[in-house]
């Protein structure tokens, strides 16, 4: 198993997703160039991405424009709209928002100005149909060098996560209570899944789980109202900025259970806790051992390293603490992952580690 990485800063291991009205005027896009700022006066930004082609991506994105001091920005080539608003910049392309990779590389490029991090705005789907806001990390740690992934990124790539993602959940949490839209609603985390590629921590904010709720206006005024407060856009202080000098230092590393990781959102929502990837059961392909052999192969090593370097990178100064959804696991599958942490020197946290 070799590590590999690359100038996107991410890592890898390989084996030897109606519009929102409003009577608020829209920014108008009106310049048609690239605009670089000189290098001596390079300024770090929050990148914003939505897309037309989605309706659970452009309404938020609509009603997050229409609050006060957007004006227009760049376009980014070849032909995407971008808005500003203080250090914040939002940009709106017409492509399936996991197939435009680079957008943090590519905006430095054009603009001169560097990125910080970077918010998706997205649609949710789920075989349940269920009502959903969900925040989560990105990449496709599992695949092995060679396979296509189906919804962007690359094979054993995994994105830095947000740190914003533990603090932006209960602030969706209360939010989205505050605007009646829980119960009927699930706020949750999702495990680690799909592009696109990017260098910078990155997060997605999702409206799911079918049309109806994609377009729904309320949900998309919620996603917006936490944008603007999360990102202190409105004047307050910014959450879920990462200072590993002050208050907690404790980052979760969620190992195990099904895509919505249900136990390690309860730990989430009760406690302050950071959040880092999350891999659910499907990012963590195990074969048992043969009769007479040790070796339990798949990807899964892969997986775990890949998830803990990230996290690690996103919150320097930070204790990783791996917490495990222990009745998801096979006894041998429990046995096999806890060896790998140890070797790995990947801590496992006991509940009292995440109060």
């Not at 404790?250 to 999350?278: E, M, S």
């Amino acid at each position: 198993m070799v590590l590999k990485t690359s100038g996107r800063n991410f890592i890898r291991f390989v084996h030897s997703h109606t519009t929102f009205q409003t009577n608020a005027t829209r920014p108008q896009p009106l310049i048609n160039a690239t605009c670089r700022v000189p290098t001596s006066k390079l300024e770090m930004v929050t990148l914003i991405v939505a897309t037309t082609y989605d309706p659970a991506s452009i309404n938020p994105a609509t009603a997050l424009l229409a609050m006060p001091g957007w004006t227009t920005g760049p376009i980014l080539p070849p032909n995407i709209k971008s808005f500003t608003n203080q250090q914040t910049r939002l940009i709106q392309h017409d492509v399936s928002i996991v197939k435009e990779d680079d957008l943090d590389s590519r905006w430095v490029e054009a603009t001169g100005e560097v990125v910080d991090e970077v918010i998706f705005l997205s649609r949710h789907t789920a075989a349940s149909n269920r009502p959903a806001l969900t925040v989560h990390p990105i990449g496709v740690l599992h695949l092995k060098e060679g396979e296509s992934p189906p919804h962007g990124g690359k094979a054993g790539w995994a994105a830095l996560p947000s740190p914003r993602i533990g603090p932006w959940l209960r602030l969706l949490k209360k939010m989205a209570e505050a605007h009646s839209l829980v119960p009927e609603f699930e706020i949750t985390l999702e495990g680690t899944h799909h592009g696109p590629l990017t260098s910078k921590p990155t997060m997605f904010l999702e409206i799911g789980s079918t049309e109806e709720y994609w377009k729904r206006q309320d949900a998309a005024q919620v996603i917006a109202l936490l944008i603007w407060e999360g990102l202190g856009l409105g004047g307050g202080e910014a959450v879920g900025n990462w200072n590993s000098e002050t208050g907690k230092r404790t980052v979760l590393l969620g190992i195990g259970g099904g895509h919505y990781a249900p136990r390690h959102v309860d730990v989430v929502l009760k406690d302050d806790i950071w959040v880092g990837h999350l891999l659910s059961g499907y990012s963590l392909p195990m074969e048992e051992a043969k009769p007479g052999e040790n070796h339990i192969g798949g990807t899964w090593r892969q997986s775990i390293q890949a998830a803990f370097e990230a996290t690690k990178a996103s919150f320097p100064g930070g204790e990783i603490l791996a917490h495990l959804d222990q009745k998801s696991f096979k006894g041998w599958q429990k046995k096999a992952i806890t060896e790998f942490l140890a070797e790995q020197n990947i801590n496992v946290g006991r509940p009292n580690d995440f109060t």
